[in-house]
């Protein structure tokens, strides 16, 4: 299924799907496009990328973890960006009620086909699906494109921190973002069509 928005190149198809697990490939699919992702400064945590076999055991480790939910986008049929929806452990009563976005990337070679706004509506719209009212993530500051992206999707900015990443012996600054999912969504900000597996 493609996604709502059309992608920049003609005949290019994008994709959302929710993955409970993997087809044959998808693995190199998705640490080769988390490699390159983290090579170019978006590493969700990671500067340098570890090696093959800890990313593999990190991805199986997502897909374990009941609270996480991972999403893929796909380019054609490859996998070229990912996000999660990780919601609150059950002990935590009192922020039941939000959950958040994390893990947020697209490969270098997949960008400008709108993937990173999908997945960022395929997350939105699983939140809502499971009851949920508030939505938060955080960005490091030097990600212009992901900041202007959730500015755009009506994302509230409520704060910063000067010390959040250190990257190449430096510190870099992060801002912090919610959405209330209970305010309804702009036609054009409508989630693509979502797959599951």
Not at 90 to 97: K, T
Not at 110 to 117: F, Q, S
């Amino acid at each position: 299924m493609t996604g709502a928005h059309q992608p920049a190149v003609p005949g290019t198809q994008i994709s959302v799907e929710v993955v409970e697990r993997l087809r044959p490939g998808d693995m190199d699919d998705l640490c080769d496009a988390a490699d390159l992702a983290i090579r170019d400064g978006g590493g969700f945590g990671w500067v340098t990328p570890p090696a093959r076999e800890a990313m593999e055991r990190y991805w199986k480790g997502v897909m374990a973890v009941p609270e996480r939910t991972l999403v893929v986008g796909r380019l054609d049929s490859a996998i070229a960006g990912s996000a999660q929806l990780v919601r609150p452990t059950r002990n935590n009563e009192a922020q039941s009620f939000a959950c958040n976005l994390t893990t947020s990337f697209v490969a270098p070679w997949a960008r400008g086909h709108g993937l990173a706004r999908a997945l960022t509506l395929a997350v939105e719209a699983e939140a809502r699906a499971a009851g949920f009212r508030i939505l938060n993530l955080d960005v490091r500051a030097t990600q212009g494109a992901a900041i202007a992206l959730y500015r755009a999707l009506g994302y509230v900015e409520w704060g910063s921190h000067p010390h959040y990443a250190r990257v190449d012996g430096r510190d870099i600054p992060g801002l912090f973002f919610y959405k209330d999912l209970t305010e309804p969504s702009r036609q054009e900000d409508r989630p693509p069509d979502i797959k599951r597996d």
